[in-house]
């Protein structure tokens, strides 16, 4: 079991079950029956708010993915805040191009944010203002990638074909591929303006730690590489296929994604990690972010990815592990931390989910998983 400290300077330095057994020993008589009472309830409360969050996340799992999809149809009709923004001029604006969205040209959906950033979909957006804006300016992207373990053969390939298909059409593009088997990156027939750099990270034996540690990585390589070479970055994970138009209108200084099982859901289904004990922690937020997709400067990515790589270490030396591991210490940055670009689930689209009125186009989509084969040591 674990145990916890309180904050009182009472305690002398003690855990909370060291304290409560000073204080209720005959030497103590000097406290009296008031404080004993009162450490014992903060006790027990803690307690039970752990228990209750354990029985929580799996109840809230289950009916999140394992819905009959005439349920998944149902949630579709739930109705989404409006943008209250008159017009896109009134955004904080990321660029100028960006006073050109037409907020009110989807009433079905939520295109911007209480913080004034706008939320992009279908019908907003003018593709040739944004491409126009981001050549003159010479806006450049990074994209990493990981594919380690069973991951590289399963998905690579057909990401990285996808992606010269459709992720920002006519600007430069550097691939970096993490992998723990240079040797068997595929040779993709890359675009002019497009090149790949592959970076050799270990293996770890558990997948978490995988996604964990790429924060480590990105940071890195933004450091020592990126950052002379690119404007912008984008992180993705490796089982995803482009399907559609990935282009500079998604470009900004913290671009985050709203996840596609729960952008329409109340915020208490929210997967959270409300495990006081990790830096992760949230009692409630804005929104959830999908951490399949990130991206932004630079100097942001940078920034987010070390940040979320010391609240996973700190947890690390507290034997304490976020339930969603990076995305959980992602959520937790972008509240603390607002995007001042969201991208609507259009651009990370799961078709188990079912038909959806508002999805008018999908422009990324998850592959097949196969956690059994892929995520076994």
Same mark, same amino acid.
């Given at each position: 079991?674990?145990?916890?400290?309180?904050?009182?300077?009472?305690?002398?330095?003690?855990?909370?079950?060291?304290?409560?057994?000073?204080?209720?020993?005959?030497?103590?008589?000097?406290?009296?029956?008031?404080?004993?009472?009162?450490?014992?309830?903060?006790?027990?409360?803690?307690?039970?708010?752990?228990?209750? =969050?354990?029985?929580?996340?799996?109840?809230?799992?289950?009916?999140?993915?394992?819905? &009959?999809?005439?349920?998944?149809?149902?949630?579709?009709?739930?109705? +989404?805040?409006?943008?209250?923004?008159?017009?896109?001029?009134?955004? *904080?604006?990321?660029?100028?191009?960006?006073?050109?969205? *037409?907020?009110?040209?989807?009433?079905?959906?939520?295109?911007?944010?209480?913080?004034?950033?706008?939320?992009?979909?279908?019908?907003?957006?003018?593709?040739?203002?944004?491409?126009?804006?981001?050549?003159?300016?010479?806006?450049?992207?990074?994209?990493?990638?990981?594919?380690?373990?069973?991951?590289?053969?399963?998905?690579?390939?057909?990401?990285?074909?996808?992606?010269?298909?459709? %992720?920002?059409?006519?600007?430069?593009?550097?691939?970096?591929?993490?992998?723990?088997? &240079?040797?068997?990156?595929?040779?993709?027939?890359?675009?002019?303006?497009?090149? +790949?750099?592959?970076?050799?990270?270990?293996?770890?034996?558990?997948?978490?730690?995988?996604?964990?540690?790429?924060?480590?990585?990105?940071?890195?390589?933004?450091?020592?590489?990126?950052?002379?070479?690119?404007?912008?970055?984008?992180? %993705?994970?490796?089982?995803?296929?482009?399907?559609?138009?990935?282009?500079?209108?998604?470009?900004?200084?913290?671009?985050?994604?709203?996840?596609?099982?729960?952008?329409?859901?109340?915020? !208490?289904?929210?997967?959270?990690?409300?495990?006081?004990?990790?830096?992760?922690?949230?009692?409630?937020?804005?929104?959830?972010?999908?951490?399949?997709?990130?991206?932004?400067?630079?100097? *942001?990515?940078?920034?987010?990815?070390?940040? =979320?790589?010391?609240?996973? +270490?700190?947890?690390?030396?507290? *034997?304490?592990?976020?339930?969603?591991?990076?995305?959980?210490?992602?959520?937790?940055?972008?509240?603390? !931390?607002? &995007?001042?670009?969201?991208?609507?689930?259009?651009? =990370?689209?799961?078709?188990?989910?079912?038909?959806?009125?508002?999805?008018?186009?999908?422009?990324?989509?998850?592959?097949?998983?196969?956690?059994?084969?892929?995520?076994? &040591?």
């Amino acid at each position: 079991m674990e145990t916890f400290k309180i904050n009182l300077d009472l305690r002398g330095g003690l855990t909370m079950e060291e304290w409560i057994e000073e204080c209720l020993s005959p030497e103590k008589k000097h406290l009296n029956d008031d404080m004993q009472s009162y450490v014992k309830s903060r006790h027990l409360q803690r307690m039970r708010s752990v228990l209750k =969050c354990g029985l929580l996340v799996p109840i809230t799992l289950c009916a999140i993915y394992l819905i &009959p999809p005439s349920v998944k149809l149902f949630i579709g009709f739930i109705t +989404m805040e409006k943008c209250h923004l008159e017009s896109a001029k009134m955004l *904080n604006l990321d660029s100028s191009v960006d006073a050109s969205l *037409n907020l009110q040209s989807r009433p079905d959906v939520l295109t911007c944010t209480y913080w004034k950033a706008a939320i992009i979909w279908e019908g907003m957006f003018d593709p040739r203002l944004y491409d126009k804006m981001h050549k003159m300016r010479g806006s450049s992207v990074a994209l990493t990638v990981f594919a380690v373990g069973r991951y590289l053969d399963a998905y690579l390939h057909t990401f990285l074909n996808s992606s010269e298909q459709h %992720f920002m059409v006519g600007l430069p593009v550097t691939y970096y591929v993490f992998t723990d088997m &240079p040797e068997k990156v595929p040779n993709i027939k890359l675009s002019p303006l497009r090149s +790949m750099k592959v970076i050799k990270v270990e293996k770890n034996s558990r997948w978490q730690d995988v996604s964990m540690m790429r924060m480590k990585s990105i940071s890195n390589v933004i450091e020592s590489d990126i950052r002379h070479h690119c404007t912008h970055v984008f992180c %993705f994970d490796v089982d995803q296929v482009f399907t559609g138009r990935f282009g500079s209108e998604a470009l900004g200084d913290s671009v985050a994604l709203l996840h596609a099982h729960y952008y329409r859901l109340p915020k !208490h289904l929210y997967t959270y990690d409300r495990n006081p004990n990790s830096k992760a922690y949230m009692e409630t937020g804005d929104f959830y972010y999908h951490a399949a997709i990130f991206g932004g400067s630079w100097k *942001n990515v940078k920034a987010l990815t070390e940040a =979320c790589y010391q609240g996973i +270490m700190e947890d690390k030396q507290n *034997n304490v592990e976020a339930l969603w591991h990076d995305e959980s210490h992602l959520n937790k940055y972008m509240l603390l !931390h607002k &995007p001042s670009k969201v991208l609507s689930p259009e651009y =990370c689209w799961d078709t188990s989910i079912g038909f959806r009125s508002d999805i008018q186009v999908t422009r990324l989509l998850w592959a097949p998983k196969y956690y059994d084969t892929l995520r076994t &040591p």
